[in-house]
């Protein structure tokens, strides 16, 4: 046996939960290969382990996986074209992968891509079911929504008079760091299939995060009900999105945003 690191090509390394692996799978051995269309923003220097690649167009593509041990495939385009990114840029890189002979290839999903029929879900399905049909051994892993995203979903209503949320809305918000914790546990050589979700430490709906959030922040702005109609919304109302079973996370919603993490993501 050899003791040689394992090479890892990392994708979306540049997004919330690239960024946050990063430095998790260099702990934890790995040489990181890290890719996104954009390089880092670190200082301006070039930066030797990062490759440039385009799920859309195929840019970079053989050059990121090849030599590959592992693939931990985090990029994603949940407010662009998800069907091109997700749907058929996971099948154009697996088909690399598979030609590689990478030996696990770890896709990062959400909770709930199988019971509500949002689009970008849909396109998470699909991609996990391509990751499920290919040659290359592989490892799903769903994780509840992060504390960023809440946050971004909130500071987009916090300059209106008014807060109209959909507050019925139920999730389960989980640090990005925890999450990328459990993630890096199933990085390894040895693929796992499909594993246990990743979730937040507590349940909470939309209002309670919004009073929450709204309180750490100063603000007095009410909070009405915005009504969303349709099987998307019945599907956050309902837990569709939530792993109760799995709270995996210990950091809440109210730690993080009176951590005065919420500063952190605004400059970004
Ligand atoms: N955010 C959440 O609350 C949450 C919860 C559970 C699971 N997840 C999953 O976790 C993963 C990471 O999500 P995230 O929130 O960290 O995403 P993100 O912040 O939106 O980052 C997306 C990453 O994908 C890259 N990317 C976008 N288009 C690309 C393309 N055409 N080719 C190559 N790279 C591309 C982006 O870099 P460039 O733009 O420079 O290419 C960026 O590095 C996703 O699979 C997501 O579904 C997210």
């Excluded at 199988?114 to 998470?124: G, L, Q, T, V």
């Excluded at 922040?217 to 009410?222: D, I, Q, T, V, Y």
């Excluded at 995996?248 to 951590?259: F, L, N, P, S």
């Amino acid at each position: 046996m050899t003791n040689e690191p394992t090479l890892t090509l990392l994708t979306g390394a540049t997004g919330t939960l690239g960024r946050t692996l990063r430095p998790r799978l260099q702990d934890a051995g790995h040489d990181v290969r890290a890719a996104s269309r954009s390089p880092p923003a670190e200082g301006g220097a070039p930066n030797p382990e990062w490759i440039e690649l385009d799920l859309v167009d195929g840019t970079g593509l053989r050059s990121a996986v090849e030599d590959a041990d592992v693939v931990v495939h985090a990029a994603t385009a949940p407010r662009g074209d998800s069907e091109a990114v997700d749907v058929r840029g996971t099948e154009r890189l697996l088909e690399a992968a598979a030609a590689a002979g990478v030996d696990n290839f770890l896709y990062v999903s959400i909770v709930g891509v199988d019971e509500i029929p949002y689009s970008y879900y849909e396109h998470k399905l699909a991609a996990e079911r391509a990751v499920e049909g290919s040659a290359v051994p592989s490892t799903i892993v769903r994780a509840t929504q992060f504390h960023p995203f809440v946050h971004d979903l909130l500071d987009a209503v916090s300059r209106l008079p008014v807060w109209p949320l959909p507050t019925e809305f139920r999730l389960q918000p989980i640090d990005v760091r925890e999450a990328a914790d459990a993630i890096v546990d199933h990085a390894t050589a040895d693929p796992s299939g499909r594993v246990p979700p990743v979730g937040g430490p507590e349940v909470r709906t939309v209002g309670e995060l919004a009073r929450t959030y709204r309180d750490a922040e100063g603000l007095r702005r009410p909070i009405v009900r915005f009504p969303i109609p349709g099987s998307v919304a019945g599907g956050f109302r309902s837990g569709a999105a939530l792993c109760p079973e799995r709270t995996v996370g210990t950091v809440t919603w109210e730690e993080w945003v009176t951590a005065g993490e919420a500063e952190s993501v605004r400059s970004r």
